[in-house]
């Protein structure tokens, strides 16, 4: 019996960790894996499949100095360099398992784009916004694409630009919050397509801009996510930097799905913008067999 009882405590666990919730199971499912260090690239593709999140990690041991652990980040379609809402769901679930960080109030994560600072509120985690890796107007053809892809009122849309931070989003900035409820998005897309759609709310609204993000997976099906970190990085980085947010402000998305996600973004005295949100575990330890 205490053979068997060794084996099972050395096979990986998996914590189901909602993020950027505002209430019960209203943000986005992550899957995340502690004790895979043997589990092969292939081995983890499949369980991501199997599980059918929009993303699943792996918590590694850090391979980078000043890093406090490593992740690796899988979504249907293959491994992906960062995502907000993993970098959030993961560093929640490793603090959850008795994970230290070096310093107090400041996790480091080391994933495919180097080393990603999370700052530490209790259950409210928020990442710094890495640099963004392409940052230029979408083309006149990419633009058509976006448009016909997301089933857009293109009266409505007011820019297009790349906002590439891992996953190579497009932003279709929109008039308003209504018009990207409205829109009608495709069934299929190629893979590798990541296009969202931002808009903002009338003023007193609970909140300020309103996103939704799609994507494409291994069956060319056009998917759309509940909530989206790295998109709302992008988002931000944009926003901020052209003036049309000031301070922080707040964005929900997931509305026409089912969910209700909070995303807080913040840009600080040093320019840097933070993307946060509230994260909780739904069930704790499942093992991989």
Request: glycine fraction near 12%; charged fraction near 20%.
């Amino acid at each position: 019996m205490r053979q068997y009882e060794e084996e099972e405590r050395k096979l990986p666990t998996c914590d189901l960790v909602d993020v950027f919730c505002d209430g019960p199971l209203s943000g986005n499912p992550l899957g995340v894996v502690h004790g895979g260090d043997n589990l092969s690239p292939e081995e983890m593709q499949a369980f991501t499949n199997w599980l059918g999140f929009s993303e699943t990690t792996f918590l590694l041991p850090p391979t980078a100095p000043g890093a406090d652990y490593r992740v690796r980040i899988f979504y249907p379609g293959g491994e992906l360099p960062f995502a907000g809402h993993p970098t959030l769901g993961s560093c929640h679930s490793w603090l959850a398992a008795g994970g230290k960080p070096a310093r107090e109030g400041t996790v480091v994560q080391e994933c495919g784009i180097g080393l990603v600072e999370v700052r530490v509120d209790g259950n409210n985690l928020a990442f710094k916004a890495p640099e963004l890796l392409k940052y230029e107007p979408l083309t006149d053809d990419e633009r058509a694409f976006a448009i016909a892809t997301t089933g857009i009122d293109e009266a409505s849309l007011v820019e297009a630009v790349h906002v590439v931070n891992g996953p190579k989003w497009q932003l279709l900035r929109l008039k308003s919050a209504e018009d990207v409820l409205a829109a009608t998005p495709a069934s299929k897309a190629p893979l590798g397509t990541d296009i969202g759609v931002a808009g903002p709310h009338e003023a007193g609204f609970e909140r300020d801009w309103e996103l939704r993000a799609f994507f494409a997976d291994t069956h060319e099906r056009l998917t759309e996510d509940p909530v989206t970190g790295s998109f709302n990085a992008g988002v931000a980085i944009h926003l901020f930097g052209t003036g049309l947010a000031t301070g922080s402000y707040r964005a929900g998305q997931g509305r026409k799905i089912g969910a209700n996600g909070l995303v807080l973004c913040e840009q600080d005295a040093n320019g840097d913008v933070w993307i946060g949100g509230r994260c909780q575990i739904v069930s704790k330890k499942g093992t991989l067999a």
